[in-house]
C-alpha cells in the first residue's frame, strides 16, 4: 500500500464518482478525484438565467434510501434541501391532446379518461395472468402488455420510459427497468395482488419517500459533495490512461496542461462507460468492447419562461408526458419546474422545462435552438394554451444523455463482473449499471465502497491511524539504535 492509508483514484466528478469519493472517505480511505471539467457535477448543472433556475440534467431527487439522506446530512446538505411543493403532487399524461390528470387512488383508476372501459376491465384481469412461461428476458413493453394489456402500456409505461429514461420501452429490459414488477411477480404471481398484500401487511420503504431539491438547484448537491471532498478534488485534470505497476496502479494524466502520474491501490472509473472503454483498451479488449456496446440516448432541454398571466392552465402538478401516440407533438415530456419547488422562477413567472429526443425522437439535437422552441411553444399553445412570447428562453444538449438498458442489461452486468473480477483494483460506477436516478449512483457508490474497503483489507491488514503512529515511532526507534 501506499503510505499508511490506502489509496483510491476516482476517474470523473459527476454525482457517480463524488459519492463514490464520499463513501471511501467514510471509510477512512484516502481518495483523489480527477476530473476533466472545470467544475464537479458532470450532467447535474444549475445556473441562474435573468431570475430562473435551470437545472442541465437531475432536476430533483425522488428517494426513499436511508444512505441518501445520510450523504447529505455528512456533507451538511440537508439545511439546503428543499421539499417539493404541495402543488405539485398531481402527473398528466397527454391523451388526444388533453392533459389528463394521472389516476393515483382506485376510485380515480375506475373513473379516469385515460383509458377507456375495455382498457380498463382488461387491466382488471391482471390478477388472473399467469407468470412468464418461459425464463427468457422480457422487454418493458411485452410484460405490461401482457399483464395490463395494450392500452395501459401504451397510456402510460411508453411515455414514462420515453419521457423520464429517454428510452424504448420496446427495447428496454424489464428487470433492470422495472426490478419491482419482475419481483412482484415472480413472488406473488400478479403485480396488483403483490402491491395489496404489501399495502395490509404495512410493508415500507426503507425511510419515507420524498422528492427533493436544493434552495440553489442540484448543481449544490454535486457542489456540496466536491466540497467535501476538499483538495482531493482535482479539476481540469483529464485521464489519459491507466496502467498496472504490480499491485499498485499509475494513473496518467494532464492537469491544466502538465503532464502528470498519481499512483494508487485501486482505481474507479466513474466516466460514460464509451470513455472508460477507451481508458481499459490496453488492459482488456474484451472489456473494453464491452463498455463500447452501452448505448446512450440523446437529449434536448428547453427551458422557457412565461409571464403567468400568460398561461390559462393551473399548472397545478409536476408536468405532463407525452405518449407516442399523441404523434401531433414534438416533446417527450414538459416539467413545470415552478410549481414542483419553490424558486425557480421570479415573481409573477413561470419555469417550464421540456424534454425533446431520446429513443423516439434521436435527430431533436441537431435542430437549432429556434427550432427546439418553435417545436416546444407548438405543443405549450396546444396543452397548457400558452398565449404570449417566452420572456426567457434557453436550450441545451446532452449528445449522450441516457444511458439505455436494453434486453441483454443483466447479462452484460454479469459480463462485466467477470471481467473485472480478472483486473485486481479496477472498478466501474455510473449511471449505466444499476440506475439513472441521483438515489442510485449514490447507492451504487455505497456498494462500491464496501467492496473496495473488503478487497483492501484482504491485501493487507488496515491500521487505524493510533495504530500507524506506533508503527511509525517503533521504526524510528530501530533507525535510531
Ligand atoms: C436531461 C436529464 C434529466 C435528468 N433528470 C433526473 C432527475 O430528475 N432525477 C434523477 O435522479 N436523475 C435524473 N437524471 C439522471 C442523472 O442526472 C444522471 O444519471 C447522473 O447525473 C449521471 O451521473 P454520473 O456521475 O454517472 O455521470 P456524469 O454526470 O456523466 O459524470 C461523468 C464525469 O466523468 C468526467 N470524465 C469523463 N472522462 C474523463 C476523463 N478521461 N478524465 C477525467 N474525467 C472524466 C466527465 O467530465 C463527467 O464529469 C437526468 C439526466 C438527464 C440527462
Known amino acids: 500500500m501506499i503510505g499508511s492509508k490506502p489509496k483510491v483514484i476516482v476517474i470523473g466528478g459527476g454525482i457517480s464518482g463524488l459519492s463514490s469519493a464520499f463513501w ?20 447535474i448543472r444549475s445556473e441562474r438565467v435573468d431570475g430562473f433556475l ?18 447529505c446530512h455528512n456533507t451538511g446538505l440537508s439545511s439546503q434541501q428543499i421539499l417539493r411543493q404541495e402543488s405539485a403532487k398531481k402527473r398528466y399524461l397527454l391523451k388526444d391532446g388533453v392533459a389528463t390528470p394521472v389516476p393515483m387512488r382506485l376510485k380515480e383508476m375506475i373513473t379516469t379518461d385515460l383509458w377507456s372501459l375495455r382498457g380498463k376491465l382488461r387491466a382488471l384481469l391482471e390478477p388472473f395472468i399467469p407468470r412468464a412461461s418461459s425464463e427468457s428476458e422480457e422487454t418493458v413493453s411485452q410484460f405490461i402488455t ?42 406473488h404471481g400478479s403485480i396488483l395482488k403483490g402491491v395489496i398484500k404489501r399495502k395490509l401487511t404495512g410493508v415500507r420503504t426503507a425511510c419515507a419517500a420524498q422528492v427533493f431539491s ?14 467535501y471532498v476538499g483538495d482531493s478534488f482535482l479539476p481540469n485534470s483529464t485521464v489519459e490512461g491507466i496502467e498496472r505497476e504490480g499491485k499498485q496502479w499509475a ?8 503532464k502528470k502520474i498519481f499512483h494508487a491501490d485501486a482505481v474507479i472509473l466513474a466516466t460514460p462507460a464509451g470513455e472508460a472503454a477507451k481508458l481499459v483498451d490496453p488492459l482488456s479488449k474484451n472489456l473494453s468492447i464491452l463498455l463500447k456496446g452501452v448505448e446512450y440516448s440523446p437529449m434536448v432541454v428547453s427551458f ?38 419553490e424558486g425557480r422562477s421570479k415573481e409573477g413567472t413561470v419555469l417550464l422545462t421540456n424534454y425533446l429526443g431520446g429513443a423516439r425522437r434521436p435527430e431533436m439535437p441537431g435542430k437549432t435552438d ?30 449522450a444523455g441516457l444511458p439505455q438498458y436494453h434486453l441483454g442489461h443483466q447479462m452484460f452486468l454479469e459480463k462485466l463482473d467477470e471481467h473485472l473480477g480478472l483486473i485486481p483494483g479496477l472498478h466501474v460506477a455510473g449511471n449505466y449499471l444499476g440506475g439513472v436516478s441521483v438515489r442510485a449512483c449514490i447507492s451504487q457508490g455505497k456498494e462500491l465502497a464496501e467492496k473496495i474497503d473488503s478487497c483492501l483489507k484482504k491485501r493487507g491488514k488496515r491500521f487505524t491511524p493510533k495504530e500507524n503512529r506506533l508503527k511509525r515511532d517503533q521504526a524510528s526507534q530501530v533507525k535510531s539504535t
Request: aromatic content about 8%; charged content about 25%; proline content about 3%.
Open 370 to 399: 429556434e427550432e427546439i422552441i418553435a417545436l416546444v411553444m407548438e405543443d405549450l399553445k396546444k396543452v397548457i394554451g400558452v398565449k404570449g412570447k417566452p420572456v426567457m428562453a434557453k436550450v441545451i444538449r446532452h449528445r
Open 54 to 71: 435551470l437545472d442541465y440534467a437531475a432536476n430533483c431527487v425522488f428517494n426513499y434510501l436511508p444512505e441518501v439522506n445520510f450523504l
Open 146 to 187: 401482457r399483464r395490463f394489456g395494450a392500452e395501459v402500456y401504451e397510456r402510460s409505461i411508453e411515455p414514462y420510459i420515453a419521457g423520464t429514461l429517454a428510452g424504448d420501452a420496446d427495447k428496454s429490459c424489464l428487470k433492470s427497468t422495472f426490478q419491482q414488477f419482475a419481483k412482484l411477480e415472480a413472488e
Open 304 to 341: 422557457l419562461g412565461f409571464s403567468r398571466k400568460d398561461i390559462d392552465h393551473p399548472l397545478d402538478g409536476i408536468g405532463c408526458l407525452f405518449p407516442k401516440k399523441e404523434i401531433d407533438f414534438n416533446s417527450l415530456g414538459s416539467l413545470w419546474t415552478s410549481t414542483l419547488f
Open 251 to 258: 494513473v496518467h494524466s494532464d492537469v491544466s496542461g502538465k
Open 214 to 227: 436544493f434552495r440553489n438547484g442540484m448543481g449544490a448537491m454535486t457542489e456540496g459533495l466536491k466540497n
Open 24 to 43: 471511501l472517505m467514510q471509510k477512512g480511505i484516502d481518495v483523489q478525484l480527477l476530473e476533466r471539467d472545470s467544475r464537479a457535477g458532470g450532467l
